[in-house]
Nanobody, 119 residues
Framework: QMQLVESGGGMVQAGGSLRLSCVAS????????MGWFRQAPGKEREFVSS??????TRNYADSVKGRVSISRNKNTMYLQMNSLKPEDTAVYYC??????????????WGQGTQVTVSS
């Protein structure tokens, strides 16, 4: 089974930046796309961003477009978040699905990392 471990969360003031990381290990799929979700208190988990196996295809939720950049280097994925807003406060989850392209239906999930943005 593939394991995903996130890091880089923390507390930051509005307008600040954070860089989240996710490392995949264990029984890796031969190819896998990766993505980020987030869940704020009292809200449903929502899609943030995704990246294909090659890194050539990237998608962003409208709520973060222009402020967030996703990238990957082999088995490590990054989420650079700039101009953070209090509404970005959530637990951020790394996810992956087998195959070269993101399907939106992850096979594996990380345990989450907390991001808190103060006003």
């Amino acid at each position: 089974q593939m394991q995903l471990v996130e890091s880089g969360g923390g507390m930051v003031q509005a307008g600040g930046s954070l860089r989240l990381s996710c490392v995949a290990s264990g029984r890796l799929f031969s190819t896998f796309a990766m993505g980020w979700f987030r869940q704020a208190p009292g809200k449903e988990r929502e899609f943030v961003s995704s990246i294909s196996w090659s890194g050539s295809t990237r998608n962003y939720a409208d709520s973060v477009k222009g402020r967030v950049s996703i990238s990957r280097n082999k088995n490590t994925m990054y989420l650079q978040m700039n101009s953070l807003k209090p509404e970005d406060t959530a637990v951020y989850y790394c996810a992956a699905n087998a195959g070269r392209l993101w399907t939106g239906n992850p096979n594996s999930w990380g345990q989450g990392t907390q991001v808190t943005v103060s006003s």
